[in-house]
């Protein structure tokens, strides 16, 4: 393999602000995992319309979703990790991986460089790799792996990031590599993500989150977010109505408490009626994690796919009464 060595990395700029670089102010809800993105010169192969770091997105470099991932010096990065104090720890490192040549070789001396410093455990999250990789991954300490579906049937992902933006991806070969992925590092430490938001329907969402589930992958949702100079610029983030019922239908079956058929939909795939009680729903609501950013543990993602400003959709902390009950108000209607 290629001697690499890594002189910059890309760091959200919240995780830059828990490590003190920079100079940045501290964020009302920081980030409980340090979220480091690989550094490339320019622009990512793939071409995800959603994506700011697109090969055809005049976004600025800096972003991934909504976040700014200011470069730092690697070499910074690592001693401000060697030196954090216990009270700010993070849960977890994630790594973003870009799509380019050298992706796999830069994250393999991410990966040397980071272990002799914490024991913090690390998630990688991928384009699709070969199995060889997955297993040189896992044999270099990451736990869990993700690789992101975004579009929740074949028709909506070939339109965000397969042939109908000159993307690199399959929706079959995404599949594929997940299932390998699960073959390599086990049920439970493979992970997707799905956006809501770009064409799909309830009844969709909710049928893919019940296949994935048996198959053991973790899935997060993410409300689409608009990000100026991207291909999707223009589109309209998901309602609150649609996101909280399909966080609620997400919790419900991962959690085993519903099956499909508990879920009616009508003609165009919207969820009208789920099959519990309202005090059913007051304590998942009560609980607060159906509402909260999804994926691995430890993982919070303040302000990912929301303004601070709101609406929020991903919570990045428990909820407050007063939302706990803007949300009750939203959902009652369609439980029993
Ligand atoms: S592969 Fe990831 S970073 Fe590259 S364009 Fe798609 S979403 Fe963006």
Redesign the pocket.
């Known amino acids: 393999m290629r001697l690499v060595t890594i002189e910059k990395i890309r760091i959200s700029v919240g995780s830059a602000s828990v490590l003190g670089l920079g100079g940045l102010a501290q964020f009302k809800n920081p980030p409980t995992t340090c979220y480091i993105m690989t550094f490339k010169k320019g622009h990512?192969m793939?071409?995800?319309g959603f994506?700011p770091?697109?090969r055809s997105s005049k976004s600025s470099i800096e972003k991934?979703s909504r976040v700014n991932w200011p470069i730092f010096s690697f070499k910074d990065f690592l001693t401000k990790l060697k030196y954090m104090p216990f009270s700010k720890k993070f849960k977890r490192i994630c790594i973003q991986t870009?799509?380019y040549p050298e992706n796999f070789n830069d994250l393999i001396e991410i990966l040397t460089q980071i272990r002799p410093y914490t024991d913090i455990p690390i998630s990688v999250a991928i384009?699709p790799l070969t199995k060889e990789k997955l297993i040189e991954l896992k044999n270099r300490g990451v736990q869990r792996i993700g690789i992101?579906l975004d579009g929740a049937t074949s028709e909506v992902f070939e339109k965000i990031?397969g042939s109908n933006v000159e993307g690199p991806y399959k929706w079959e070969e995404h599949f594929q590599k997940l299932d390998e992925a699960l073959d390599i590092f086990s049920p439970g430490y493979v992970s997707t993500h799905i956006i809501i938001g770009l064409g799909e329907s309830e009844k969709d969402v909710i049928e893919l989150i019940k296949r994935l589930n048996n198959l053991g992958i973790i899935i997060s949702l993410f409300a689409f977010t608009p990000i100026e100079g991207t291909r999707f610029e223009n589109l309209n983030q998901p309602t609150l109505l649609n996101f909280r019922k399909l966080q609620l239908g997400r919790f419900l079956i991962i959690n085993n408490e519903k099956q499909l058929n508990d879920f009616t939909f009508n003609r165009k795939g919207e969820i009208i009626k789920i099959n519990m009680r309202k005090k059913e729903l007051n304590m998942i609501i009560n609980n607060t994690n159906a509402f909260l950013t999804s994926g691995c543990p430890g993982c919070n993602r303040p302000f990912y796919t929301s303004k601070p400003s709101g609406p929020i959709y991903n919570y990045p902390r428990k909820l407050t009464e007063k939302e706990k009950l803007e949300i009750y108000e939203l959902l009652y209607k369609f439980v029993n």
Do not use: F, H, I
């Open positions: 990512c793939a071409n995800c994506c770091q697109a991934l870009l799509n384009p992101a990031k």
